[in-house]
Structures are given as structure tokens and as C-alpha cells.
């Protein structure tokens, strides 16, 4: 039993002590950094918070990431959504094939659709937008999220449906007062994962954006890229990221397991 | 499978269909166009046939990077689903630990990709990093940014620590829905810790682990920004991987014709693995009922 | 549509798709597909076998461009749409 929930400990340990190490890193100045080995900060700083906060080249990017992710999770759940009930109840022409053509789009390498992507939105005008990255990045998130909703609306009797019909309920109606209530963690859930996947994806937000919409993530490679590197101010901006994710994992906390089981447990 | 058939369901999944088809078909048609095509821009293009696939499939380095890529995703799932099992059964099955266990979990996976990459760029580093002056205080000389061998094992350690919460969620998630009934039965049975995890959890785990297998796979099949951030895909090309040689021709040469070509290619395998373990998965499902 | 590059054989090879999906499609309508097992080690339907029998042929294009010298690339066409035909009777 001891043994156990040491190797679980070590195991806790070895995930947090990188991250500790940015955090003790943004905490003190880049010179403090690159003389002195320390565990803490000798001298503590948050000047490279105050960098970020005050600079818009480094704070926009923060804006522009959350403005094209929760534009993605909205978009996304709205299709999703009817997608997954029709494939959770029916069968129809094509289902299986239709199901794993949109696996296969969660599956494909972002890297396969940059250059098409590129041409696509420069041609529409929508290079350098946020809806350009936030349609871009449907491409993976909608067949994630019919995926996860197909699972935990498998989960619900079809009895309640049947019941609903045979109370008078219109489709829509039912849909939104009754279903959507009884998967309401199963639509949280899927949120989180369209929120979070869109967050952390760089390679197609980089490149399908230039000035106006630059992400934090770009923001921050052009960083590393530049001679004589300030690595408080970049690994400050390395824990900025990580908040977004921690807050929004802690209204999920009890369904996450079965999130990342894509509701099929 | 007692759904009944109802055609008019395509109606619902019609918004689906119109917005991946918008941002899947068209580009891949696209791609498909310029595979076959010499471009320098739209006014001015010649057909060429097959030429770029011959070139793609006979360049050395594409050759060089695509055994890389799967001997990467190979040992990736070697060390992951086993450790990630392991892990999963070490975790509490109830209790106030469980949630706090599940977050500081999930936590790396929720870095973005580039920050995975900067996070290990300075915990690496021999200089200032924690882990490269632990590793070259116990005498070793380590150096990831000098010596192919030790980019390769960061780069491996990094992804373990970046995915393999993943599979212990899925495992613990499949854990958890196995009924105490089974073991309380093996308890009176007398059955030893190792009978019980052959005979009543791994059984149990065979779907979360068919689905920890086909992403892990996949995922790191397309692996970018971490080895992108970390090492550049050096030193030399030892780290590089597909991805990376695929957009540093897209858009870093604007090579349309040849990286529409890799492009099609690269799809093509990841086609062939998704629908090897799709179709495994399914009938898996469907032998469970 | 100037960007998306069209030519005239990728006019014909989507064409040829469409209408092929559009074809089992009607099939599928006129007369339901059965589930069977024949000489491939799943059972599957008619779609599942088109599928496979596809994307096979992707492969031995690819295969024959990869293996030969200039030999013409009709032949793997030639040979994909035998295996194409074998597979949808028996696979």
C-alpha cells in the first residue's frame, strides 16, 4: 500500500518539477538567472509580470489566443451538437463512414492542411483574423467534440426521448429543455477539451496569422528565435498560459476522467 | 444495435458536414491540384505529372525523417502505455485525493505545445537548467543541444511527461467503471494482486487502451512545437521530424508543388493507421455489445 | 477558385470520386448492402470494401512510383482497378 502511493508521489513530482522550474525562473531577473544556480529566487521579482502586462505586443497576444479559442468552442459545440444526437440515436446512409471521415480530420497532421489553409483564407480575406484561426481549428475539434458527445449521450435511455415525443414535445424543444440539461457534463466537458486544444495548438494559429491576430504562442517563439534571450520575461509569459487551463479544468475536475475517455466509459 | 433508421438524421449532421467539408475537402483538393503541378504563382504553373512524388518518395531526407517519426512514435507508446497503466492503478479509487490527483495530472496537458517545449528548453539546459546540472553534477556530461543521443532522450522524456497523463486518465477512467462486485468475487476467490489485474482489469481496460493507443499514435505521429522549441529538429536533423520538414518546405521555401506531394503522402499513412485501429475499435465495442 | 489550381486529370480524378460514391449510393438505396465476410479478415459491407479497395490503390500508385524507373504509371492504374474489382466480389 506505502509503495504504492510513493511511486504515484514520484510520479506527481516528476510532472511538477519542470513546471516549477519556469516558475521559479519568472520569478527572478533574467541576470539573476544566468549568474546563480538557486532553487528560489535570492532576489524576488515580478518585474517580468509587469513587462507583460503593460507591453501590447506581449498582452494582445494573450487576447487574441482567447478570442479565436472561445470563438472556436462556441462554433464548435454548435454543430456538434445535433451531429452527435443524430449519431447517438439513428442509423442512416453512410453513418460508419461518415463517423470515421471525421476521425480521420482529428487524426490528419495540422502541418498537411498549412498550405492550403494559407491559400484558403488569403484568398477570402480572412488571413491574419480571428475567424480564420477559429474555423482552422473546427478542422480537429469538431470530430473531437461529436466524438466525446456521442459517448455520454449514448449514456442516456432512449426511453426519455420516446416519453418526450410521446408528450407532444417538437424536436427542438425537447432537444434544448430536456436532453440538454441531462448531458449538461458531457457539453461542459467538451467545451473544456475544444477550449484546451485550441489553446495549445501553435503550428496553424502561427501561421494563418500575422499582426492583428497573433497569438500568444507565436508571440513567444519569435521571442526564442531573437539573439540574447530575456528568459524571465519569457517563462513569465510560459506560466501566463498555463492559467486559462487550470481554472477551467477545475469546473470539470469530476468529469474529467471520462472526458479524456471520450465519454465512453 | 437497435437504433432505428431515420434518413432524416442527415439533416443533423448536415452543419457538420458543411463546415468540415469547407476546411477538409476543399484544402485537400487543393493539395491534390498542387501535387500534380510546378507553381510560382497563380497565373504562372505547369503540369508535371507525377514528378514531385517520385522526388518526395526518393529524397533521402524525407526517407530519413519518416523512419525517425516511427521509431519515435514506436518507443513513445512503449514507455507511455505501460507506465500510464501502472500509474493509473497506483491512483486512489475514492477520497477527497482523487480530484487534486486528477488535476495536477492533467495539468501538463494542458501547457500549450511551444511552452512544452520552452518548459524543458530550461529545465535541460546544462547551465541553468535543474535537471542539465543535476545530470552533469552526477558526472554524466550531458549536453542536448550538442549531442543527437541526448536531444533524442529529451526530446523523449519530454513527451513522456507531456502525454502520458493522458493514458493514465483513460485507464483510470476505465478503472473506475469496473464494478466492486468483481472484486470482492476475486477477494473470495483468494486471488493473487497480479491474477486480479491479468484476468479482471486489463480485460476491462482493452477499450480506453485502444483508444490511449490510436491518439498517443497519432499525436505524436504529427509532432511540432515541442522538438520545434526545444531543439530546432538539431542538432543537425536528428530531431526532426515529419511535421517539421513538411512546414519548413510549405512555408518556409514555398516548395508548393513537392510539399503538396509530402503532404498528400504523409496523409495518406496517417489514412491507413486511423482505419487499422478505428475498425478494431469498433468491433471491439461491438464483441462487448 | 483561381488559388485552388485546378487542371484538367484532377478535374477528371474527382469527377471519377464523386461518381463513383454517388453510384454506390444509389446501389446502396436500390439494394440495402449485407454485412459479409469473405476473404479479408473482417466482415464487411460494400462502402467498407470500396473504402479499403481505395485506398489500397492509393498505395500501389504510390508503391509503383516509388519502385520503378519511368515505367508507365497506367499499369498501377490497371492493376489497382483488378484488385478494386476482386475486392468488392470477394474481399
Known amino acids: 500500500m506505502r509503495i504504492r502511493y510513493l511511486v504515484l508521489l514520484a510520479y506527481i513530482l516528476f510532472l511538477m518539477l519542470p513546471l516549477y522550474w519556469m516558475v521559479n525562473m519568472s520569478l527572478k531577473t533574467t541576470a539573476e538567472t544566468l549568474t546563480t544556480f538557486s532553487l528560489v529566487p535570492k532576489s524576488l521579482t515580478f518585474d517580468n509580470y509587469r513587462t507583460i502586462f503593460s507591453d501590447p505586443a506581449w498582452y494582445s497576444g494573450y487576447l487574441n489566443s482567447i478570442i479565436y479559442v472561445s470563438l472556436n468552442t462556441v462554433m464548435s459545440l454548435l454543430v456538434a451538437l445535433p451531429a452527435a444526437y443524430a449519431f447517438s440515436r439513428f442509423r442512416f446512409l453512410g453513418d460508419k463512414h461518415l463517423f470515421f471521415w471525421l476521425l480521420t480530420n482529428r487524426m490528419a497532421p495540422p502541418a498537411v492542411f498549412l498550405l492550403p489553409f494559407f491559400q484558403l483564407y488569403s484568398s477570402v480575406g480572412l488571413f491574419d483574423t480571428h475567424i480564420a484561426v477559429a474555423l482552422?481549428?473546427?478542422?480537429?475539434?469538431?470530430?473531437?467534440?461529436?466524438?466525446?458527445?456521442?459517448?455520454?449521450?449514448?449514456?442516456?435511455?432512449?426511453?426519455?426521448?420516446?416519453?418526450?415525443?410521446?408528450?407532444?414535445?417538437?424536436?427542438?424543444?425537447?432537444?434544448?429543455?430536456?436532453?440538454?440539461?441531462?448531458?449538461?457534463?458531457?457539453?461542459?466537458?467538451?467545451?473544456?477539451?475544444?477550449?484546451?486544444?485550441?489553446w495549445v495548438e501553435l503550428l496553424l494559429a502561427r501561421t494563418l496569422t500575422s499582426v492583428n491576430a497573433k497569438p500568444i504562442a507565436a508571440v513567444m517563439t519569435r521571442t526564442v528565435s531573437a539573439s540574447g534571450l530575456d528568459w524571465g520575461v519569457l517563462t513569465a509569459a510560459g506560466v501566463l498560459t498555463l492559467i486559462p487551463g487550470a481554472l477551467v479544468i477545475w469546473f470539470v475536475r469530476n468529469h474529467i476522467a471520462k472526458g479524456f475517455a471520450l465519454g465512453r466509459v | 444495435m437497435d437504433k432505428p433508421v431515420n434518413q432524416k438524421a442527415w439533416l443533423l449532421v448536415l452543419p457538420v458536414v458543411a463546415t468540415v467539408a469547407?476546411?477538409?475537402?476543399?484544402?485537400?483538393?487543393?493539395?491534390?491540384?498542387?501535387?500534380?503541378?510546378?507553381?510560382?504563382?497563380?497565373?504562372?504553373?505547369?503540369?508535371?505529372?507525377?514528378?514531385?512524388?517520385?522526388?518526395?518518395?526518393?529524397?533521402?531526407?524525407?526517407?530519413?525523417?519518416?523512419?525517425?517519426?516511427?521509431?519515435?512514435?514506436?518507443?513513445?507508446?512503449?514507455?507511455?502505455?505501460?507506465?500510464?497503466?501502472?500509474?493509473?492503478?497506483?491512483?486512489?479509487?475514492?477520497?477527497?485525493?482523487?480530484?487534486?490527483?486528477?488535476?495536477?495530472?492533467?495539468?501538463?496537458?494542458?501547457?500549450?505545445?511551444?511552452?512544452?517545449?520552452?518548459?524543458?528548453?530550461?529545465?535541460?539546459?546544462?547551465?541553468?537548467?535543474?535537471?542539465?546540472?543535476l545530470v552533469n553534477g552526477l558526472g554524466i556530461p550531458y549536453n542536448y543541444t550538442g549531442n543527437p543521443l541526448h536531444a533524442w532522450l529529451t526530446v523523449l522524456v519530454m513527451d513522456v511527461w507531456h502525454w502520458t497523463s493522458l493514458v493514465v486518465l483513460l485507464c483510470y477512467a476505465g478503472l473506475q467503471a469496473i464494478p466492486d462486485a468483481y472484486y470482492q468475487a476475486a477477494r473470495i476467490d483468494g486471488a493473487s494482486r497480479f491474477a486480479v489485474f491479468r484476468h479482471i482489469e486489463l480485460p476491462r481496460l482493452k477499450g480506453v487502451l485502444l483508444i490511449a493507443v490510436l491518439l498517443r499514435f497519432m499525436d505524436s505521429f504529427m509532432i511540432y512545437a515541442e522538438p520545434f522549441v526545444l531543439t530546432g529538429g538539431g542538432p543537425g536533423s536528428s530531431t526532426t521530424f515529419l511535421s517539421q520538414l513538411l512546414t519548413t518546405m510549405a512555408v518556409g521555401q514555398f516548395d508548393l508543388g513537392p510539399a503538396a506531394a509530402f503532404s498528400l503522402i504523409y496523409f495518406l499513412i496517417i489514412l491507413l493507421f486511423s482505419y487499422v485501429f478505428y475498425t478494431a475499435m469498433v468491433r471491439l465495442g461491438r464483441a462487448e455489445g | 477558385m483561381e488559388w485552388m489550381a485546378w487542371t484538367l486529370p484532377t478535374i477528371v480524378f474527382f469527377s471519377g470520386i464523386g461518381v463513383l460514391l454517388l453510384l454506390m449510393t444509389i446501389w446502396q438505396v436500390v439494394s440495402p448492402s449485407v454485412e459479409r465476410k469473405g476473404f479479408l479478415p473482417i466482415p464487411t459491407t460494400r462502402g467498407d470494401r470500396l473504402f479499403i479497395g481505395l485506398l489500397s490503390a492509393a498505395y500501389i500508385h504510390l508503391a509503383w512510383l516509388a519502385l520503378t524507373e519511368a515505367v508507365s504509371l497506367w499499369w498501377a492504374f490497371a492493376l489497382s482497378v483488378v484488385w478494386l474489382l476482386v475486392l468488392l466480389r470477394w474481399g
Open chain 2, 22 to 133: 469547407f476546411s477538409a475537402v476543399i484544402p485537400l483538393m487543393t493539395v491534390v491540384n498542387y501535387s500534380l503541378q510546378d507553381i510560382f504563382d497563380p497565373q504562372t504553373r505547369y503540369f508535371v505529372g507525377t514528378e514531385w512524388f517520385r522526388e518526395v518518395l526518393n529524397n533521402p531526407s524525407i526517407r530519413a525523417a519518416l523512419g525517425r517519426q516511427l521509431l519515435f512514435s514506436l518507443i513513445v507508446l512503449l514507455i507511455e502505455i505501460p507506465l500510464g497503466i501502472g500509474i493509473a492503478l497506483t491512483m486512489p479509487r475514492r477520497g477527497p485525493w482523487v480530484p487534486v490527483c486528477l488535476i495536477l495530472l492533467a495539468l501538463p496537458l494542458l501547457v500549450p505545445w511551444n511552452v512544452v517545449g520552452t518548459i524543458w528548453q530550461i529545465f535541460a539546459r546544462p547551465d541553468i537548467g535543474l535537471l542539465g546540472r
Open chain 1, 136 to 198: 482552422a481549428h473546427m478542422l480537429f475539434n469538431v470530430p473531437l467534440a461529436v466524438w466525446i458527445l456521442e459517448g455520454f449521450m449514448s449514456g442516456v435511455p432512449k426511453e426519455i426521448d420516446e416519453t418526450a415525443y410521446l408528450d407532444g414535445y417538437s424536436f427542438p424543444r425537447f432537444f434544448l429543455t430536456i436532453f440538454l440539461p441531462l448531458i449538461r457534463a458531457g457539453v461542459g466537458v467538451t467545451a473544456f477539451f475544444c477550449f484546451m486544444f485550441s
